[in-house]
């Protein structure tokens, strides 16, 4: 039995973890929060001049038109860039989900679906950009298969048309391990025994998957589609790599938009009130998201 003397040793341990914690994270976060109502351009904090809301008009009430309308622009990019995945990565995921669990080979195609996850996201994402130039394979396969009307001659990401496309593929790309793992854990979970009763009772597979599969997916299915819009408005890297936001703002995220307005503008309590505007909308998506699945749940 640990005397009373000893009991503090597992919190001793715990402590520097702690303290890099709050002297980090919570310092970050902080200071954040309130470079948010100065006017900073990074130099020296002395001369910051408080400035209240002025961030957060000038962005969204269009007291800058240009910096608002860039703004919102990002903000729908966000938003498409999150429709578009859960629209599509959540069924075929559950599908794939699906053809896992009544395949032999399921522990190889688990490896080879999982690879996307665990390999490099700068290498991937330049593999990706290569593969969308102009010259690339992409365009090649289109032309070789005589499927000129999908040739793109300035390339996918070089064309403003197209660009955000392309950055939703790679996002849709890499969304879908994570999600197929979910959903393959979540069918090895369900008890046989329910599929065979409802068997006995003449249920169709139709059936078995609308009434018994989906109504116990659903807290997996409320998991994913979180982490996939909290990823969707968190993104950057890909865009930073890909497109960097171009070409002329065709591609640009609220990610690469508060980089630009830091680090390129010099502009930091705009790029801090932009990025915590940016939070407060994903988790008020987040909390909508919860509220809905509960209520079927």
């Known amino acids: 039995m640990a005397t009373s003397k000893n009991k ?32 900073w351009s990074g130099i020296d904090f002395s001369t910051a001049r408080f400035e209240g809301l002025a961030n957060f008009r000038q962005f969204l009430l269009g007291d800058d038109p240009i910096v608002t309308q860039n703004f919102y622009k990002a903000l729908l990019h966000n938003a498409l860039i999150a429709v578009f995945q859960v629209a599509i990565v959540v069924p075929v995921s559950l599908v794939l989900a699906f053809t896992l669990q009544n395949t032999k080979m399921a522990a190889l195609y688990r490896t080879i679906y999982f690879l996307p996850m665990i390999a490099s996201g ?3 994402f330049y593999v990706w950009k ?27 990401l070089g064309t403003s048309s197209t660009s955000l496309a392309g950055i939703i593929l790679t996002t849709i790309w890499g969304g879908l391990p994570g999600t197929l793992i979910l959903y393959y854990a979540g069918l090895t979970s369900i008890d046989p025994t329910l ?3 409802a068997s006995v009772d003449g249920a169709s597979k139709a059936t078995l998957i609308w009434r018994i599969t989906w109504p116990l997916l659903k807290p997996i ?8 819009v909290n990823g969707a408005f968190q993104t950057f890297e890909n865009v930073f790599i890909m497109t960097g936001g171009g070409p002329g703002g065709s591609s640009e ?18 790029a801090s009130a932009i990025g915590w505007v940016s939070f407060l909308v994903t988790g008020a998506i987040a909390i909508f998201s919860i509220r809905s699945f509960q209520a079927d749940i």
């Open 253 to 270: 995220v609220i990610g690469t938009l508060v980089y630009r307005t830091a680090f390129l503008d010099n502009d930091y309590g705009l």
């Open 122 to 124: 700068v290498a991937i």
């Open 221 to 228: 299915t409320l998991i994913a589609v979180i982490q996939m």
């Open 130 to 156: 290569g593969l969308f130039e102009p010259a690339g394979a992409l365009n090649a396969l289109f032309a070789w298969l005589g499927m000129d009307f999908l040739v793109v001659p300035g390339g996918m």
């Open 8 to 39: 503090w040793v597992p919190y001793l341990f715990l402590l520097p973890g702690v303290l890099l914690f709050l002297g980090v994270g919570v310092y970050s976060v902080g200071f954040s929060i309130l470079l948010s109502f100065y006017n």
């Open 195 to 197: 599929y065979e009763a």
